[in-house]
């Protein structure tokens, strides 16, 4: 369970980053169905400022003392130096022993690093930083092209966008994909991006003057049972083909192809939690067709069948399964 959340600052922090957990963790949003959480910013001295890295301080109410207790170790990003404090890394250590899960936002994997805890374990941090992080840290397995990286007990993200997703994964492993959409639509993002992509697009951003295509895509997000072809989208986007494909690479960083499908999977394994749908309704409803085709989708993305997870992550009995795994 998912209860209480803290977060771990040190002179240097950055505020944006602290920021994204704020906004994830930090707010109430029970009136949208988000389960309350207890939100600590805690610091090695509480009470005392602490340096932000664009000029102003922040001033934690609690101590590290209050790890002890917590669900959930944020560890935003921070300006990297040579050392970080002891009793910060200690603290991260006793953490993880006891079995908190750990979350990184950026190079605040380097404090992760330092205190021995990404050792043996595939992560991830802003591309910029990336080559650092395996050069300090030889015994970690750091991938570069990633948002981030789920190891169970240690959760490493990428720079401030895939911090958000990092944040709404958490959410949807814990609490499942009701509060992780509720909290995503307050903070008008998608409600998930996949953690294996890329970083950033290689290719430049086009010369369009054309608006961003979010309107397009939450309308393909209420539309997901239709049928899409880059030739429809492109025509309801008012470009080419070849513009629309560029610009929907620049914007996503994945192909119309690939975005559908896994929004297609990220609402089957909705309707698998929360319904008692049969699989071959949920294919239809997601825009699949066939529970042939769900099943194969969705083991490519989530690893297991829709019955596996069904019985795995399911908030209510499944009184109905019309077609097998």
């Known amino acids: ?10 002179d240097g922090v950055a505020p944006f980053e602290f920021g994204v957990v704020c906004e994830v963790f930090g707010i109430d949003r029970t009136e949208d169905g988000v389960p ?19 000029g102003l301080s922040l001033v934690p109410e609690h101590g590290l003392a209050a790890l ?33 899960t750990l979350l990184s936002v950026c190079s605040g994997a380097f404090q992760l690093g330092a205190a021995g805890l990404l050792d043996g374990r595939r992560c991830t ?3 910029r930083h990336a080559a650092e992080l395996a050069r300090r840290f030889p015994r970690a397995r750091v991938d570069p092209d990633v948002l981030f990286v789920d190891e169970g007990g240690i959760v490493t993200s990428a720079g401030t966008a895939a911090g958000i997703d990092a944040c709404l994964h958490l959410v949807r492993r814990e609490l499942g994909s009701g509060p992780a959409t509720a909290i995503a639509r307050r903070m008008v993002v998608p409600p998930q991006r996949d953690g294996g992509q890329r970083q950033f697009v290689e290719l430049p951003v086009p010369d369009c003057t054309a608006d961003s295509l979010q309107p397009l895509l939450t309308w393909m997000l209420d539309n997901l049972a239709s049928e899409h072809t880059v030739a429809s989208l492109a025509r309801r986007a008012r470009m080419s ?37 049969g699989v071959d309704d949920i294919a239809h409803r997601c825009g699949f067709g066939t529970a042939a085709l769900l099943r194969h989708h969705f083991r490519r993305l989530v690893g297991v069948t829709p019955h596996d997870y069904r019985r795995t992550f399911a908030t209510r009995p499944a009184t109905t399964l019309l077609a097998t795994p």
């Open 36 to 54: 309350p959480f207890t939100f600590l910013p805690c610091a090695e001295h509480p009470g005392r400022p602490v340096r932000t890295n664009v």
């Open 125 to 127: 941090t802003h591309w």
């Open 68 to 100: 002890a207790d917590a669900d959930l170790i944020a560890v935003p990003a921070a300006e990297l130096r040579d050392e970080y404090p002891p009793a910060v890394l200690a603290a991260l250590r006793q953490a993880a022993e006891r079995g908190a």
């Open 241 to 277: 083909e070849r513009t629309f494909a560029r610009r929907f690479a620049a914007e996503t960083g994945t192909t119309p192809n690939r975005w559908l499908s896994t929004q297609r999977v990220l609402h089957a394994r909705r309707l698998l939690e929360d319904t008692d749908l």
């Open 1 to 10: 369970m998912l209860e209480t959340v803290a977060v771990v600052l040190i």
